[in-house]
């Protein structure tokens, strides 16, 4: 496992999290393992398309992945991209 995240990648995932709505959608990912999208849109206030687009984003970013399970994606934390980000934000 990489012990250091380079700069270009830990400035994506601070970019992703700028949104207080992906930044929701990320601490739900944390208190589960894998969840369906429909569920991220029972949490927020927002359009399924939106939170769709929000979730497009945090899964460029790195810090959540995406399976495709039949006929719904199933999205969670990518829990060593996330230890990556915190060790790096502690160092600052």
């Given at each position: 496992m990489?012990?250091?995240m380079e700069a270009e990648k830990f400035s994506k995932i601070c970019k992703a999290l700028?949104?207080?709505?992906?930044?929701?959608i990320v601490e739900y990912?944390?208190?589960?393992d894998t969840c369906i999208c429909g569920?991220?849109?029972?949490?927020?206030?927002?359009a399924q398309s939106t939170v769709s687009q929000h979730l497009k984003i945090l899964k460029e970013s790195g810090l959540v992945k995406g399976e495709i399970e039949?006929?719904?994606t199933?999205?969670?934390?990518?829990?060593?991209v996330m230890d990556l980000f915190k060790r790096?934000?502690?160092?600052?």
């Open positions: 990489p012990k250091l700028g949104h207080p709505a992906r930044f929701r990912l944390k208190k589960t569920e991220i849109v029972d949490i927020l206030p927002l039949g006929p719904r199933c999205y969670c934390l990518d829990r060593i790096k934000a502690n160092d600052l």
